[in-house]
């Protein structure tokens, strides 16, 4: 054999065993499903962080950016309690930048140095004072499970076949274990390697998670997009996320430096107050508040009666009556188990409900309104302002019998 064949072969040689090991290797990283898996693993180990992460997001009408360092410890606390502690270090709104945020597990401190003050208090406290709050509101307002005063929240807004009155969080199918909630995600996403980045000091797995639109509501569907999250190579810990190319805007976070189980000392989630800062105590921030929104209550406050519809669909009763924060509401009940509301208030700014798909402008009672449908016209929503009320008339309810009930406010 000639010196010339065998060199050719050991070149080809080489290339197979290059390609063999290639081969070999990209079949031992995790697929994208085992990565995820993984992940959840890597979390549930954690007993400690430190990460200095960056947040931007795209909107419509604005951009926003901001870089946090924050730590966090399991059991700091003398009953456990978690300690964390937030420092802003950068952001798009300049007031933010240097804002610390710490607590010990009982007391916390938010202190901004624009204007040199310290909120403290501690959550017993704070839990106290809520408890208190929601007491003075025990009775007042009649809800459908949802925290939302009932009739306000059209039943659209609900999940299809959501039962308020039957809901028990004890009985959701939960998952248990990383591998069951991964599963459940792949129901709704699905998920695939798309590579990898660098990070900061750390290289990461890119995976793509798109949603399935049958899986979706309308309202994800029609605002598209996908998902790119980063996981750490070393052990899938997350570095990131980013919703990208949504009819909605666009958002990303991404981490520059991850540390976990590192063990530091507690001594981090301790706040000393600054000589010469103001110190607020969180309980009379809250009674200040109270008061000022009192007082600007009662310089909107409108003097009015209520108008009553002459006009019903058939089979609309009045099922009741309410006042919220200056708005008379009047909700009624129809013959098949659905509702409608007519409302009327101190003049608000008017959005367009998500799960409306048409908008036109009408007139009622000589003032020009606003009609919001969906596709199937039978939610709709009317409104228009007259002097310093807003009127509503919206639910479940055609676009004629709305402008016939409003109308035929008197």
């Known amino acids: 054999m000639n010196s010339k064949k ?18 070999t290797a990209a079949m031992m990283i995790p697929n994208a499903q085992e990565l995820l898996t993984n992940s959840l693993h890597t979390l549930e180990t954690i007993t400690d962080g430190h990460a200095v992460v960056t947040v931007e997001a795209e909107l419509p009408d604005q951009s926003l950016s901001g870089t946090v360092e924050v730590w966090g410890k399991l059991a700091v606390g003398p009953n456990g309690e978690p300690g964390a502690r937030l420092e802003v270090l950068d952001a798009s709104e300049a007031e933010f930048v240097g804002v610390t945020a710490v607590t010990d597990g009982t ?6 140095p624009h204007s040199n003050s310290v909120v403290t208090g501690t959550f017993t406290e704070m839990a106290e004072l809520m408890q ?7 009775g007042q307002f009649p809800h459908d499970g949802s925290g939302i005063p009932e009739g306000m929240l059209p039943e659209g807004m609900m999940p299809e076949g959501f039962d308020p009155e039957s809901f028990n969080p004890e009985e959701m199918d939960v998952p248990e274990t990383p591998e069951e909630a991964i599963a459940k995600l792949l129901e709704y996403f699905t998920v695939e390697r798309d ?9 990461a797995y890119q995976l793509r998670l798109v ?7 309308d309202e994800v569907r029609a605002a598209g997009g996908y998902i790119n999250l980063w996981l750490r190579t070393d052990d899938q810990l997350p570095l990131g996320a980013e919703y990208a190319e949504g009819a909605l805007g666009s958002g990303r976070i991404t981490t520059s430096v991850a540390e976990i189980n590192t063990n530091f000392d507690n001594s981090i989630f301790t706040f000393a107050i600054p000589e010469g800062a103001e110190v607020i105590q969180a309980a009379d921030l809250v009674a200040m508040a109270e008061e000022a929104y009192a007082n600007q209550a009662a310089e909107t406050a409108v003097e009015f009666t209520p108008l009553s ?20 509401v009047q909700r009624y009940s129809l013959a098949d188990g659905k509702s409608f509301y007519v409302a009327q208030g101190p003049s608000l700014p008017i959005d367009a409900p998500a799960e409306a798909t048409a908008t036109e402008t009408v007139t009622v009672r000589g003032a020009e309104a606003t009609l919001f449908s969906d596709a199937a016209g039978s939610r709709t929503l009317l409104t228009w ?10 639910g479940d309810i055609s676009a004629a019998d709305a402008l016939a009930v409003a109308e035929s406010l008197h």
Do not use: C, H
């Not at 007391?107 to 901004?112: A, C, G, H, N, P």
């Open 195 to 203: 590579g990898s980045v660098e990070m900061g000091d750390n290289n």
């Open 107 to 112: 007391t916390f401190w938010l202190y901004d």
């Open 6 to 23: 065998r060199t050719t072969i050991i070149v080809f040689t080489l290339l197979l065993l290059a390609v063999s090991v290639g081969l």
């Open 309 to 328: 519809p002459a006009y019903l669909p058939g089979g609309a009763r009045l099922a009741e009556e309410m006042e919220v924060r200056g708005t008379a």
């Open 385 to 394: 302002s007259e002097g310093e009320l807003t009127f509503w008339v919206g």
């Open 132 to 138: 208190e709050k929601m007491a003075e509101y025990e």
């Open 211 to 217: 949603p399935i639109p049958e899986q979706m509501p």
